[in-house]
């Protein structure tokens, strides 16, 4: 099957400072990605929806300032945390469609683990 | 916006039983409904979907079933065995971007 990367696997930030994570589509087009994160033993909660050359659409009460997404290529979304904050601190995983090839089938990334100290 | 709604959230049985996890929806425009397993710290892998023409379907030891004037679906796992141990979790999705609305998960512990 389509395989999706993130980058990187996890990351130790201090308070204030900003971290990107990637998500690249391997083999395949992605011209919609998708951003969740989930806290320890929640479920996923989406994040926002990335569009390859426009702007990305966020889910009510989360801060566009705060957590920017930029989807520069078919095969690339980036999530960049600004200011991060201690209760920033969890999984975030992102998932792609192959739209294509017309299944509806998401393919999830193997996840970043942020902790924000 | 829709909203998925999971039962039970914990699940133990014993290694060879059968598990069933419910979910419901509420978009009646909802028409595609996948089942995902995670396991702890790993990427959640889909394990089957349903699409809302079909009312059932089967992988072997897996099944979902669809009824669609209720709106509410179901994982089948027989014969269960331990390395069925995971969370799993129901979605579902109305629109062709593909944006998934989540169950808050099941936690299936099987025993031997």
């Known amino acids: 099957g389509a395989v999706v990367s993130q980058h990187p696997s996890w990351v130790i930030c201090k308070s204030g400072t900003s971290v990107k994570i990637e998500c690249r589509s391997l083999?395949?087009?992605?011209?919609?990605m998708f951003w969740y994160r989930q806290f320890p033993k929640q479920s996923l909660m989406l994040m926002a929806t990335?569009?390859?050359?426009?702007?990305?659409?966020?889910e009510q009460g989360v801060e566009k300032d705060k957590f920017l997404i930029n989807h520069a290529s078919l095969t690339l979304s980036t999530l960049t945390v600004t200011s991060a904050h201690p209760e920033d601190s969890s999984f975030y995983i992102c998932?792609?469609?192959?739209?294509?090839?017309?299944?509806?089938?998401?393919?999830f990334g193997p996840g970043t683990r942020l902790t924000v100290t | 916006g829709e909203n998925v709604e999971q039962h039970p959230s914990t699940l133990s049985v014993q290694e060879g039983d059968s598990a069933v996890i419910k979910c419901t929806y509420s978009?009646?425009?909802?028409?595609?409904f996948p089942w995902y397993k995670q396991e702890l710290g790993k990427r959640p892998q889909l394990i089957i979907d349903?699409?809302?023409?079909?009312g059932e379907k089967k992988d072997q030891r897996i099944a979902v079933t669809l009824n669609k004037t209720a709106k509410h679906f179901s994982l089948h796992i027989t014969e269960t065995q331990p390395e069925d141990s995971a969370v799993y979790f129901c979605?579902?999705?109305?629109?062709?971007?593909?944006?998934?609305?989540f169950g808050a998960g099941t936690q299936v512990v099987v025993t031997p």
């Open positions: 998932s792609a469609r192959d739209a294509a090839s017309g299944s509806y089938e998401q393919y």
């Open positions: 083999d395949f087009q992605a011209t919609t």
């Open positions: 990335s569009n390859e050359g426009s702007k990305a659409t966020y």
């Open positions: 978009d009646s425009a909802s028409n595609y």
């Open positions: 349903i699409r809302s023409n079909v």
């Open positions: 979605a579902a999705s109305r629109d062709s971007w593909g944006k998934l609305q």
